[in-house]
T-cell receptor, first 114, second 112 residues
Framework: DARVTQTPRHKVTEMGQEVTMRCQPI?????VFWYRQTMMQGLELLAY????????DSGMPKDRFSAEMPDATLATLKIQPSEPRDSAVYFC????????????FGPGTRLTVT | QKEVEQNSGPLSVPEGAIASLNCTYS??????FFWYRQYSGKSPELIMS????GDKEDGRFTAQLNKASQYVSLLIRDSQPSDSATYLC????????????FGKGTLLTVNP
């Protein structure tokens, strides 16, 4: 059963701390997306990678967020330092860079910054 | 700024009825269209994709696309209480750039 996995599922941290979220895409998928979901803004694309190379991170606050893909089975999203406004659910999704261009979501990391 | 608009709802229908969910988009070059279902506290789940004008049916779900009107809809026949969820419309310009722009979703409630 091919699924995107994410860890941790929940994270509570204090303002100023570093947060690292991890994602394992579906085996064979070469495109990975990071989204953030809040009640106010809905689902927003933060960054995405193809074949491990960053293609677009224009949705990400550059001063505190960073995204990497050290290998084909791991994508990371880091926030340093974290702020209360970063509280949200962070989703990773993966897909293939060819038709039908479908994206499949992981279960998400619920982040609370106090 | 690409925009995807959905009625936030809630849309309430009785069990067994047809639920109709609508979505409009602003980018005329959009090529790929998706419907995701999201239960409360869960992640979005892909339920339908459509790329050409017309209807596409999959079980109780029918997606309809009208590119000239920049409109895509999802019909759910014989609605069940288990269909109660938020339905997200997503649009992509396709090709090598297949970033999705999501609407904010329509909350559907199916009443037994």
């Amino acid at each position: 059963d091919a699924r995107v996995t994410q860890t941790p599922r929940h994270k509570v941290t204090e303002m100023g701390q570093e947060v690292t979220m991890r994602c394992q895409p579906i085996l064979g998928h070469n495109t990975v997306f990071w989204y953030r979901q809040t009640m106010m803004q809905g689902l927003e694309l933060l960054a995405y990678f193809r074949n491990r190379a960053p293609l677009d991170d224009s949705g990400m606050p550059k001063d505190r967020f960073s995204a990497e893909m050290p290998d084909a089975t791991l994508a990371t999203l880091k926030i340093q330092p974290s702020e209360p406004r970063d509280s949200a659910v962070y989703f990773c999704a993966s897909g293939l860079a060819q038709g039908p261009y479908e994206q499949y979501f992981g279960p998400g990391t619920r982040l609370t910054v106090t | 700024q690409k925009e995807v608009e959905q009625n936030s709802g809630p849309l309430s229908v009785p069990e067994g009825a047809i639920a109709s969910l609508n979505c409009t988009y602003s980018d005329r070059v959009s090529q790929s269209f998706f419907w995701y279902r999201q239960y409360s506290g869960k992640s979005p789940e892909l339920i339908m994709s459509i790329y050409s004008n017309g209807d596409k049916e999959d079980g109780r779900f029918t997606a309809q696309l009208n590119k000239a009107s920049q409109y895509v809809s999802l019909l759910i026949r014989d609605s069940q209480p288990s269909d109660s969820a938020t339905y997200l419309c997503a649009v992509s310009s396709g090709g090598s750039n297949y970033k999705l722009t999501f609407g904010k979703g329509t909350l559907l409630t199916v009443n037994p």
